[in-house]
């Protein structure tokens, strides 16, 4: 075995620690300029937000059938997204969650979209998660959010939970009946 020192990279995970003030960040700007560049949008116009206003009215179900190169082409994309998603971007879940549920046959809008975030990733490639260590006392801290019936594709809810000292991120998706809207899943202690 060799110590080869400190990690800097694991997975196209870029790994950057600062001891002294207890802190590590991850991003994954490399993997981000290499998907972009893949998928040539990398002189996309800068956008910044993961989807644009009004998404909802064009994710609904392609009537006709997609070409096997249009499919194979939306679901490396969707891939893709979800390696950055999964390892330092919880900010494109609901976007990627969303997309995600039209890869057996998705539209022309919906591939207009998947590049949309593409953009958005090409425009924010700089963003790190960045974890802060030390002794403040706060303990476990988590930030969560849900898309508690702001947009209704098949009653999709999806809920996040962003745990920094423990686990990057937890993730709860169901299906959900219209009525009644509150639910509680609690995210098990060991996480």
């Known amino acids: 075995m060799t110590d080869m020192g400190e990690i800097q990279s694991y997975l196209s995970v870029n790994i950057t620690r600062d001891r002294a003030n207890c802190t590590m ?20 116009n800068p956008v910044y937000t993961p989807l644009p206003a009004g998404t909802e009215a064009h994710l609904v179900k392609y009537e ?31 976007a990627v969650a969303c997309l995600s549920q039209y890869a057996s046959n998705p539209s022309q809008q919906h591939l207009r979209l998947a590049k949309y975030v593409l953009a958005y990733l090409n425009t924010t490639k700089d963003y790190v998660l960045c ?21 209704m594709i098949r009653t999709l809810r999806v809920m996040g939970l962003v ?3 423990y686990v990057i991120t937890s993730y709860r998706f169901r299906l959900f009946p219209l009525f009644p809207l509150v639910y509680y899943y609690p995210i098990p202690s060991y996480l």
């Open 25 to 44: 960040e991850i991003n994954q700007k490399d993997y981000i300029q290499q998907v972009v560049e893949r998928f040539g949008m990398r002189d996309a």
């Open 64 to 94: 006709d059938q997609a070409s096997t190169s249009e499919i194979k082409k939306y679901q490396q994309i969707i891939g893709s997204l979800l390696y950055v998603q999964i390892g330092s971007r919880p900010d494109i879940l609901f």
């Open 131 to 151: 974890y802060a260590g030390g002794t403040s006392g706060e303990g476990l801290v988590g930030y969560a959010d849900s898309s508690w019936g702001d947009v």
């Open 163 to 165: 745990t920094p000292q």
